[in-house]
């Protein structure tokens, strides 16, 4: 610092010609032309409402990614000003069609983004596809958005407009064949689906494939959602000695069944309790007590996903404990999903010459090849087009360690839907 | 099948206690509580508040509760139903109606969407069983839920038939003017009935939360069985809502043997085949009774 530098800022002539040209075009009405150069991008969720669980953490990860744009995106050598136009389903399918809408017409949005659950994606995605406004969602088995809006196996896709990635049925069979394998177990399935879209499509189409894995399954039947009793099935399954239990129900369900399986004496039976949609996040484990300890769940975000935010740049790690400080809360899977979809998002956006240009970023999204938090998305070789499946990793919640913040940990047991995710911790049998 | 039948009756004793202040409502105010279900799932939070975080013993959350949800009662009947009811019949549903939707929100605003249980505060007993001869198990829990059901119907029967009180409340059901005449308050009796169903409630709720998980949005299916199991008992007899209960859990757990989509269906079909019997043959539900004088007369 001994030798005198030019500053690194503008000179003062440079400044006075700045200022002048923008005091300029400001006094001569270019002004308006600033509002073209925002990028509005809606984001629709369940914030409230029975599906509130899924959109808890959404608040915190806006907080990050509006954050991380808060000085705009440069695209194709110009910056855009970003705004993030949030909206809370309140869990209600018919308002998140209402609320697309909205978007679309009265907000003028350039990119659609929707997270969680059928109930919310799909009504959302049908409004973007008949506008014909680009949209991207995750967080629900892609062939209930794929085949359950309409498109035909073996015909060409009918979207134009959008596109969904993650887990899908052959993921779930990967998984839970290699976390059912890590255990010594009879292959005994009990399987509880409900009659739903989910439970329905895991019927016609996992439990076939398991059973070819050497599975057997052991199927009372489709229940109905809102059952308080379960005492038939719990019979049908200690009579055949399962030692397998696989279920896709929503949570008071689970917790009705299983605390009553447990009076019934099942719970000693069985060596791997599997479940879906329900004991996704801690606080669902938690509420069942000691029944919750040891678990088997499966995620579509783990903390220790190896991979980083291209939006807003932390890891799995940063973002978890991000989360805990902010909230006071432990993670859940949920923040790293719904920051991929954010990142996959903005990476169309920025990859396309004309981003206020809706075909421009629906092509974008079309030839999208990239690496969110949550892992690979790559629209250029999915089963079918418009669908990028992502990994579901096999987990298990475990007591936590003695001194830590929350009662249960969450780990990782296997990863064959990505390799990249480190398995943590060995499958712990249920009843040992 | 034993084993159907015996879980049956015991969901039959959860559903009577559910339905028991939804009918006590009813045969004394003639108000239908569409808030049932949310009061209830409320009087849980409240019970969850206090043994999480205010780490009070559970016997102690629950007299707490009992105190706070009476006085609840109270006010709900003094500022709320009493104003509706002189707009009319229909104004009082109306207005429970309004009062869930406020209740589930504001749990909502307050507690979040978390799953919640009141399973940690008691233990293994939300699980744990006894094993009778022949194979069958029977879970603590639900004895004690059916066993506490049936203690607090004949609790309020007992009460109504024998205290002063009782007998107020069932002069201003019959008549509240002419009870009136006689120097009973019907504000005030109508006030310490609503008081007192919202301790059944409080009891509900308490069970509710041990039994399963709630969460803000959980009290409608509650009150949809609790409706249920009141009018197969014949809405606003306390007895008929126990039986009620029972033939809806047996109807469910029966169906559900049968196919298990069979027990909601189950559960609804009776439901309304006795709803219909009623309207058709309206002395049919006093048959049994008539049948049997009979007999003994014979």
Known sequence: MTKKEKPNGLTRRELLATAGAATAAMTMGIRPAFATDTLKVGFISPRTGPLAGFGETDGYVLEVVRKALANGIDIAGKTYAVEILDQDTQSDPSRAGQLAKDLINNQAIDLMLVVSTPETINPVADACEAAGVPCLSTVMPWEAWYFGRGAKPGEPSPFKWTYHFGFGVGEFHKTYVSQWKLIETNRKVGVMYPNDADGNAIRANLAPLLQKDGFTIVDPGAYETGTTDFSSQIALFKQEGVEIINTFPIPPDFATFWRQAAQQGLHRQVKIVQVAKTGLFPSGVEALGNLGIKLGSAAYWHKAFPYKSSVAGVSGTELADGYEAASGKQWTQQLGATLSLFDAGFDALKKTPDPKSKEAVAKSLSTLNTVTIAGKVDFTSGPVPNVSPGPIIGTQWVKAAEGAKFPLDYVVTENATDPNVPVGATLLSYNG | ?298
């Open chain 2, 1 to 298: 099948m034993t084993n159907q039948i015996v879980q049956g009756i015991l969901l039959g004793g959860y559903y009577a206690l559910i339905a028991c202040g939804l009918s006590f409502m009813f045969s004394v105010m003639r108000i239908i509580n569409l808030a049932h279900g949310s009061l209830a799932v409320a009087a849980a939070y409240l019970i969850f508040v206090l043994s999480e975080r205010a780490q009070l013993p559970l016997w102690a959350c629950f007299i707490v509760a009992v105190a706070v949800m009476a006085v609840a009662g109270w006010l709900i009947q003094r500022l709320i139903l009493d104003r509706s009811a002189r707009g009319g019949q229909l104004l009082p549903i109306l207005s429970t109606f309004g009062l869930s939707m406020v209740i589930e929100n504001a749990l909502f605003e307050q507690f979040g969407a978390d799953t919640r249980s009141l399973a940690s505060a008691i233990g293994d007993l939300s699980w744990d069983s006894w094993e009778l001869p022949g194979g069958l198990y029977v879970g603590k829990l639900p004895v004690l839920i059916f066993v506490t059901a049936v203690v607090l119907l004949a609790g309020l029967q007992l009460m109504l038939s024998y205290t002063r009180i009782g007998r107020a409340i069932r002069a201003t059901a019959e008549d509240p003017d002419t009870a009136g005449l006689v120097g009973i308050d019907a504000r005030r009796v109508n006030a310490v009935a609503a008081a007192i169903t919202l301790v059944t409630v409080t009891i509900a709720g308490m069970f509710l939360g041990m039994r399963a998980t709630f969460e803000p949005y959980s009290g409608a299916p509650q009150l949809l069985f609790a409706f249920e199991a009141s009018v197969i008992g014949g809405a606003g007899s306390l007895w008929g809502t126990l039986a009620g209960g029972i033939i809806l859990g047996l109807a469910q757990t029966c169906g559900a043997s049968l196919h298990p989509l069979g027990f909601l269906i189950a559960g609804h079909g009776v439901f309304l085949i006795i709803l219909f019997a009623r309207l058709m043959f309206p002395d049919l539900a006093s048959m049994p009774a008539r049948l049997i004088r009979r007999g003994a007369a014979a």
